[in-house]
Nanobody
Framework: QVQLVESGGGLVQGGGSLRLSCTGS????????MDWYRQAPGKQRELVAR???????NYADSVKGRFTISRDNAENAVYLQMNSLKPEDTAVYYC????????WGQGTQVIVSS
């Protein structure tokens, strides 16, 4: 059974930082691309960052230069370092991967106050 578990969300002032973590069981992160998505109230879920199996990264334009995705294959974990947070970054953040089917974590709430 595949399970993804996010942690690290919380309430932070604008300009602050948070580091999200996603750990998994039942699936090996190193052989899959890993993503961070987010969903703000009343909005569609959107892709924030992706790290490929080879380590290449891609970011949504709205977070480029502020967010960094990384992975630790030994820990079977993926991280999202979020700096210079803005109120518009407020959302539930989800870890995602796809291996024959889509796997999602339960999400972690990030609230950025102005």
């Amino acid at each position: 059974q595949v399970q993804l578990v996010e942690s690290g969300g919380g309430l932070v002032q604008g300009g602050g930082s948070l580091r999200l973590s996603c750990t998994g069981s039942g699936i090996i992160f190193s052989v899959n691309a890993m993503d961070w998505y987010r969903q703000a109230p009343g909005k569609q879920r959107e892709l924030v960052a992706r790290i490929t199996r080879g380590g290449s990264t891609n970011y949504a334009d709205s977070v480029k230069g502020r967010f960094t995705i990384s992975r630790d294959n030994a820990e079977n974990a993926v991280y999202l370092q979020m700096n210079s947070l803005k109120p518009e970054d407020t959302a539930v953040y989800y870890c995602h991967t796809r291996s024959l089917t889509d796997y999602w974590g339960q999400g972690t709430q990030v609230i950025v106050s102005s």
